[in-house]
Structures are given as structure tokens and as C-alpha cells.
């Protein structure tokens, strides 16, 4: 992963202490679960099986000593160094029977019962048999000379209980807290990328869908969870038990460890390969998962747009294209996957299997490789799979969190601009261009040369045909995009000496389609600015003449307003947004178009609430009806980037140039020069 490995790395490190007690205590749970096959193996081999050891007479009763045929005896591990011993007995499973053999030195060989004597072939090129005098014992007698062991097994069972116990709490500690930590770090990382996104300068988003957007915030962190929480976790957890289970294999017989060993680098030439083929998968998922985020957004967002030209069907045809090869790119590595799952691990692991039973079978590791042994090669290799199985499963989620991390730490990388918490004190509001030209792509410029002065108070309005430039004039003022060439001064002051949220602080924006946040009517003329009263709010509302308005409302300036204000007429939301203006007392206003979608009985109360709005504030008014600008201070008639007429009404009127052919064409030809 490069160096998104090292960034994913850099955020874990934020919570490095409890990352790291998650993967100690996952360790001593590792450590704990391998005792068990230990103890397994010595209650076989010791407890279970070694009733077959040698047994010897003792003269009395005494300690783990067991009594038969008026005798005692006991069994050779038992006895202390120097102990003396009597004449030495076996005890022998013979198929599902138990016998008493009094023989020494009783050689190793196939054996069997034959007419009440034990017989067993010793030397299997001559067929030599030795044969041996046998007592069947009861229920009751072999019973007795299990009795001394009891202890032990039941000592050995409850410590692997508690072993059990002790690595489910070790386990879940460690789960908790790598939850915990994943949580964490993806909250960390999801406000960073939501705070970055405030960061980014407007033309971003120009080109790139808000669905894309809301996916990289939500999905692909999401996913990024998966690789602290699950990935992370059985890699580690993989990488411990095959490092134990091979020592302990080794420990068991090397032999043994021998045979497991090539499951070491196959799972690395495993995870080399699958992750070739499903890198590229992933990326077209990822990509596509916010093709469908993205038209999902705009589809919801343009429904009414969408059933009132009945493009449903074009829709959901466009929709179940990209869904498709979404399907169609899933299924390949549901394919993968598929391939290489657990089940070719399961594969190896029942040849490993065979070809063990197969040598114990046969006697090719000799003596050294008894019942216990062999139980715990068996419940080790068991062991061992589940971890190589978890590694594996995991892969995919590694991919799509290695792509994942790409999108994000991608947008992460975008240039942006700090947000300032400077503060400066509220300017006059005397607005400046000279000579400024702009194009939003390079060689193709929309605005021309243009230079005009705007005094403290003044209203200027921007009129012309669509695409003449009025907008952008507006976007440069506002500093959404940067200016290329010319100078726009604030006070005298070039505005890029000045930090975006220093400007901004004092500028307010009514645009022609309002934009209203979830909440209700009061949080969205405040947007939730501490410094916004409730008096103030509701004085804001009172200026523009819209509080009784809203008053008559069931909740008042408490009703809900959900999103977009779709519950609202375009005329209520108009009057929201100017009262949010006025609430905010900018230096500078911004109407952009702010009247082009009010009927006539709001326009006439907009109308008033201008007037209010517009004292002591340098105005910018973009309006295609000519008749809500007649009282401007300055007129600006653009024609392709340029300005090409300015004065007031009056001496636009006289002159008889555009702006008179405008009004005259909008007033039905119903005006003369100088009207």
C-alpha cells in the first residue's frame, strides 16, 4: 500500500496504547489456547495410555500402588529414583479388552489373544512369535488401575477449562478494545475528511458529484474500519499462532514440523497472487458503488425533474447499466474468492493428514510418535488452519480497504485552504475591480478587462444576456475561484491579503434558489451562530416583513424545515434567506437574482424588505427584471465578459443603448427614451 500504508499507520498511532494492549492481550490469548494440545497430550499419552507402561510389585499399599491377585503395583513413573522394585508386570489393550501379561522387557510387534495367551510377533522377516500367559481383567480391575490417575485428568481438565476461560477473556479484551480503537481512528479520519471538505475551494465540486462525495465520507471509511477491526486482527492473530504452532510442532517432532512448514510460504504466494487480480476488481467496484452513490443523490434530488418528463425509464435503464457491471465486477470476485477460499486450505490440510496417518500406520516415525503426539499434531494443524483460513478470508477485505484508503487519502491530498479563525473588524464595503480578466478554463476567459467601483452604500446592479459574465463577477468577489489577472480591492485592500473567512465574514449572499439546512425556520435564519439572538432572529424577520408570516404557522418560528425547505413556497424560503442576510448585518450583500422566482404579491414585500436591507451596505444585484433595479446607484451592462454600458436608469435610458432595447423589450415596447 505505499505510502497510504504509512498515513493508515500514522492514524492508528493516534491510539497506539490501546492498539497495543488489544494485540498483547491477543497474544497471551494465542499463548494460552496453544497450552491446551500440551495438556491433551499428557493426559494420553500419560494418564491414558500409559497403562501400558511397565508395572512392578511393591511389598505394601502405598501411593498410586493398585491391588490385584492379592498383590501390589505399581507403575514406573511413579516410583522415586532408587525406589526399590519387584518383578515387573504389564497391563495391555488388546482390541477392546484389557489383560494382565506377567513378561519383562516385552518386545514391540503386532499382538493378539489366543486360547487365554497373549501372542506377539517380534521379528516380522522370520514371523518369530513370543508367547505370553494373559489374565483378563473385569470392568472393575481395570477400573483400579486407572483410580491413581484420576487426579491428574481431573486436574489436567480443569486447567484446560481454565485455560479456555482465561483465552475468552483475553479474547474479548482484546476484540473490545481493537474495536474500540477502529472506532476511534475511523471517526478521527471521517471528521478530517468532512473537515477538509469544507476546505476545498468551490470549483471541486464543479467536477465532481456530491454522491462521490458521500461515499468516500461514508462507504470508504467504513470499509477502512474493516482493516482495523477484522484484517488487522487475523493477520496478527495468523502470524502468532503459525509462529507458536510450528514451535510447538517442533518441540512435538521436528519431523512433524517438517511436514507443516510449506504451508508457510504457500500462504504467502497465495496472498501475492490474489491480490494481483483483486486489486483491480476492487477498483472498479469502489468506483462504481459512487457512480450508483452518486446518481442515486441526483435522482432524489431531480425527482420531480425525472417523473414530470417522464424519463423514469431512462432513468432505471441508466441505473440498472451501471448496477450491472457493479453485479457483473462483484461476481468476478465473488469468483476469486470463491477459488481461493478456505476449502483449498482444507485441501491441504486432509493431505497433510493422510500422509501423517498414513506414516504412523505404517511405522515409519517408529515409537517416537504416539497416540498423544499424533492427537496433538492433529488439533495443532486444526489450529493452525483457522488463523491461514482467516488470513485468507481477509483478503478481500484488505483490497477493498487498500483501495478505499486510495479514494479517501486521494481526496485528503486535494489543495484547500485553512479555515482562519482570524477575526477583523467589519469594513465599509468599498468595492474595487481593475482591469480583471478570469476564465474558468484556461485560454477561455468570461470576464474581459473588467474595472468598476462600488462606493460604501451604493447599489450596483449587473445585467445582460446568460453567460455574459455576471455571476462570475460575483464568484470572484466572493472569492470562490481566485482571480488570474487584475486586482479586486475591499477598502482598498486586495482581497487575496486577505484570508477567505476574513472576507467572507462580512459579505452575505441571497441567491435566486435559496438553499435551507434541516432544522427549523428560526436555526436557518441563524444557521446556529451563537452570536445570532433570538431577538435578532426574529427583528431580521420582522424588517423583511416576513415574522407574521411565519407566526401563523403551527410550530412559528419553530416549525421544521426539512430538507431543502421542500414544505416551503419559493417565496417563504426567498424571505428566510434574506432575513438569515440581514441577521448576519454584512458590509456587502449579494442578491443573486433573488427575485427572478417570486410572484408578484412577495416580490412587492421583498421589495420593502430591499430597502431595509440595502442601508449602509454596498449592494450587488444580478436581476433579469430591469423594473427591481431602476432606483440603482450603478447599472453594469455585460455583454460577453465585458462591460459595455454603466450609469444609472435614467442615463442608460437616454443613451438608447442594450440596456434601453432590454427594458424597452420587457415592458412590452410600452417605454420611451428617457422614461
Known sequence: MGNNGKRLFAYAWHYKRSIMLALLLLACAVIVELIGPFLAKRMIDTNIMGIEKSWYEVQQQQPYAVSYDGGWYKREDHFEVGEPRGREVRVLQIKRSYYFVEAANLPAGPRWIEAGQLKVTFNKETSLVQTYPAHQLTRGEVYNFYKPEFRSIMTLAI???????????????????????????????????FRHIQRLPVQYFDNLPAGKVVSRVTNDTEAIR??????????????????????ALFLLDYRLALIALPLVPMLYVWIVVYRKYAAKYNHVIRN?????????????????????????????????EMNDEYFKYQNKLLSLNSITSHNLVNVVRNAIFIMVLWSFAGGWFGTALTVGVLYAFIDYMNRMIQPIVGIVNQLSNLEVARVSAERVFTLLDEPGIEVSDNRMARYKGDVSFKEVTFGYKPGEDVLKNITFQAKQGQTVALVGHTGSGKSSILNLLFRFYEVERGVIAVDGTDVRDMTKQELREHMGIVLQ??????????????????????ERVEQALRDVGAYDMFMQLPGGLDEPVIEKGSTLSAGQRQLISFARALAFDP??????????????????????????????????????????IRAADQILVLDRGQIVERGDHDALMQHGGKYFAMYQLQQGGAVGVGA
Not at 436555526?523 to 451563537?530: A, E, G, I
Open 159 to 193: 486447567s484446560y477449562v481454565g485455560l479456555l476461560i482465561l483465552g475468552s477473556v483475553f479474547a474479548y479484551g482484546q476484540r473490545y478494545l481493537l474495536q474500540v480503537s477502529a472506532n476511534r481512528i475511523v471517526r478521527r479520519m471521517r471528521n478530517d475528511v
Open 226 to 247: 474493516e482493516l482495523y477491526v477484522s484484517v488487522l486482527a487475523n493477520f496478527f492473530s495468523g502470524i502468532i499462532y503459525m509462529t507458536a504452532i510450528l514451535g
Open 587 to 628: 458590509a456587502i450583500l449579494i442578491l443573486d437574482e433573488a427575485t427572478a422566482s417570486i410572484d408578484t404579491e412577495t416580490e412587492a414585500i421583498i421589495q420593502q424588505a430591499l430597502d431595509v436591507l440595502k442601508r449602509g451596505r454596498t449592494t450587488f444585484v444580478i436581476a433579469h427584471r430591469l423594473s427591481t
Open 288 to 320: 462504481r458503488l459512487s457512480d450508483i452513490n452518486g446518481m442515486i443523490n441526483e435522482s432524489i434530488q431531480g425527482m420531480p425533474i425525472i417523473q414530470a418528463f417522464r424519463k423514469e425509464k431512462q432513468t432505471m435503464t441508466d441505473f440498472h
Open 513 to 534: 434558489d435559496p438553499f435551507l439546512f434541516t432544522g427549523t425556520i428560526a436555526s436557518n435564519v441563524s444557521l446556529d451562530d451563537p452570536s445570532i439572538t433570538r
